[in-house]
Nanobody
Framework: QVQLVESGGGLVQAGGSLRLSCAAS????????VGWFRQAPGKERDFVAA?????????YYKDSVKGRFTISRDNAKNTVYLQMNSLKPEDTAVYTC?????????????????WGQGTQVTVSS
């Protein structure tokens, strides 16, 4: 069984930055996909970013966060990060990380096997 624990959320002013962490325990990933999703109040959860565990050059982003968010991973710490810069009020949401044991379409929620509990990000205007 894999457990994912997110951290790093909080309240920040527009234009500010936050770095989210997703720490995995119970299994060391050598392949697969890790993604970040978010759910704003009253909206469905949607894809934000993803990275292939075996090749950190393979990254994927939602169009609206390209150039502002960067996903990365630290194999030694079994942790994936989401660096969020130039934050906007519309980025306010609960951010949740998810992991798939295999290479999956990065944006498809149903293909992910494990999910964290989420961390709140609030961007004030």
């Amino acid at each position: 069984q894999v457990q994912l624990v997110e951290s790093g959320g909080g309240l920040v002013q527009a234009g500010g930055s936050l770095r989210l962490s997703c720490a995995a325990s119970g299994r060391t990933f050598s392949s697969g996909t890790v993604g970040w999703f978010r759910q704003a109040p009253g909206k469905e959860r949607d894809f934000v970013a993803a990275i292939r565990w075996s090749n950190s050059l393979n990254t994927y982003y939602k169009d609206s966060v390209k150039g502002r968010f960067t996903i990365s991973r630290d194999n030694a710490k079994n942790t994936v990060y989401l660096q969020m810069n130039s934050l906007k009020p519309e980025d306010t949401a609960v951010y949740t990380c998810a992991a798939a044991r295999t290479v999956v379409p990065p944006t498809t929620e149903n293909d992910y096997d494990y999910w964290g509990q989420g961390t709140q990000v609030t961007v004030s205007s």
